[in-house]
């Protein structure tokens, strides 16, 4: 057990809908990150939020927003979902700057799925 | 920009030989490396890491990799497989704020 708590673990929606996937970091962990995993793309960094604030964005697209709140939760809101969106979404959180010897603990993942 | 090259996207062996997943870097910096494991329908798992000590590195589970900064390669081996390493493992270089992930390698455990 790695102490990132992610839910739901499972949904299925339709496309055009809109899903928000929640995560729990570690007990003091300031860093959360949310990767994206499908079959064609691999492990895709998605966003970086330490304490609260945005630190750095990858592919993450315009439909797809996250905000990290005070009690340091943060959750992924993805919109106007479509069929390629489907694919398993880590969170994962950490206490120092990954430089730093630090390494991502990860949660098991919701696996969305849009049909 | 950092990344690295998972050179064997499924790598075969039989239970009690050798394990050898091979990953070659690519970075502007002295990077970090890490090797992560992920088991079926389960989150990553952080095997050994890398960070400028020493060059060969031991984790979890029997495993470690040699860091070479000459061929830019961190394979991992393991010298005896189990049933139990039967997963997907990732090779992974600090990037800018974030982690770079390989392509994955599954490595399939025959008995």
């Known amino acids: 057990d790695s102490g990132v708590t992610q839910t739901p673990k499972h949904l299925i929606t339709a496309t055009g809908q809109r899903v928000t996937l929640r995560c729990s970091p570690r007990?003091?962990?300031?860093?959360v990150y949310w990767y994206q995993q499908s079959l064609d793309q691999g492990l895709q960094f998605l966003i970086h939020?330490?304490?609260?604030?945005?630190?750095a964005k990858g592919n993450i697209l315009e439909r797809f927003s996250a905000q990290q709140f005070p009690d340091l939760h943060s959750e992924l809101n993805l919109s106007s979902l479509e069929l390629g969106d489907s694919a398993l979404y880590f969170c994962?959180?950490?206490?120092?700057?990954?430089?730093?010897?630090?390494?991502?603990?990860f949660g098991e993942g919701s696996r969305l799925t849009v049909l | 920009a950092q990344s690295v090259t998972q050179l064997d996207s499924h790598v075969s062996v039989s239970e009690g030989t050798p394990v050898l997943l091979r990953c070659n870097y690519s970075?502007?910096?002295?990077?970090?490396l890490f090797w992560y494991v992920q088991h079926p329908n389960k989150g990553l798992q952080l095997l050994l890491k890398y960070t400028s000590a020493a060059t060969l590195v031991k984790g979890i589970n029997g495993f470690e990799a040699e860091f070479k900064k000459s061929e830019t390669s961190f394979h991992l081996t393991k010298p005896s497989a189990h049933m139990s390493d039967a997963a997907e493992y990732f090779c992974v270089v600090t990037g800018f704020q974030k982690l770079v992930f390989g392509t994955g390698t599954r490595l399939l455990v025959s008995p």
């Open positions: 994962a959180s950490t206490d120092r700057g990954l430089r730093n010897t630090g390494e991502l603990f």
């Open positions: 970075s502007s910096y002295s990077p970090s």
């Open positions: 939020y330490y304490n609260g604030e945005e630190r």
């Open positions: 007990s003091g962990d300031l860093s």
